[in-house]
């Protein structure tokens, strides 16, 4: 059963304290994407990586940073220099080159609190 | 510089009828649109795409439209159902070295029963 797993579903850390978020695909995609969303705000992109060994900074990769070492897993880590890191967070992965298939399978969120 | 535009956060149907949401972008560079439809606490699923080659796509209830000289899409859902109820966002990408999809803000749609 094809689909990309994140763990856990919700996760609660004190400031000051760096956390990381597991993200796992086995639809042997290359591409892989970590997303924040807040409330009324649309999906804006952390961190993504189109090949083991190599990723690239999103729109808002301040406060965060990944690992590609398999393909498989793609974690994200967000240190204590996030500003704002209480969010829900999304995970995807796509089929690479593009193409003109842009289309993105995700996970199912981890809800990071912050207090 | 939002370069996906769901101008309306909200919209709410009568079961049965036609939902339309509405979506804008500004880049020209973008030739490949999808929307994706999202539960609370859960993570977006797929709905449907359209490349800049068509204007039309079908699917069973969902068709999304694209008028590419207006920068315009929209997603058309009927006969409406309650469990249709969800936010949607529309996302593009532009072909090339990499598939970043840029999204809406979305569009929370609730159908009344």
């Known amino acids: 059963d094809g689909g990309i797993t994140q763990s856990p579903k919700y996760l609660f850390r004190k400031e000051g304290q760096n956390v990381t978020l597991s993200c796992e695909q086995n639809?042997?995609?290359?591409?892989m994407y970590w997303y924040r969303q807040d409330p009324g705000q649309g999906l804006r992109l952390i961190y993504y990586?189109?090949?083991?060994?190599?990723?690239q900074k999103g729109d808002i990769a301040e406060g965060y940073s990944v690992s590609r070492e398999k393909k498989e897993s793609f974690p994200l880590t967000v240190t204590s220099a996030q500003k704002n890191p209480t969010a829900f967070y999304l995970c995807?992965?796509?089929?690479?080159?593009?193409?003109?298939?842009?289309?993105?399978?995700f996970g199912p969120g981890t809800r990071l609190t912050v207090t | 510089d939002q370069q996906v535009k769901q101008n309306s956060p909200s919209l709410s149907v009568q079961e049965g009828r036609i939902s339309i949401l509405n979506c804008d972008y500004t880049n020209s560079m973008f030739d490949y649109f999808l929307w994706y439809k999202k539960y609370p606490a859960e993570g977006p699923t797929f709905l449907i795409s359209i490349s800049s080659i068509k204007d039309k796509n079908e699917d069973g209830r969902f068709t999304v439209f694209l008028n590419k000289s207006a920068k315009h899409l929209s997603l058309h859902i009927v006969p409406s159902q309650p469990g249709d109820s969800a936010v949607y966002f529309c996302a593009a990408s532009a072909d090339g070295a990499n598939s970043k999809l840029t999204f809406g803000k979305g569009i929370t749609l609730s159908v009344r029963p």
């Open positions: 995807a992965s796509s089929i690479a080159p593009p193409g003109t298939s842009g289309r993105q399978y």
């Open positions: 990586s189109q090949i083991v060994n190599d990723f």
């Open positions: 639809l042997n995609h290359d591409a």
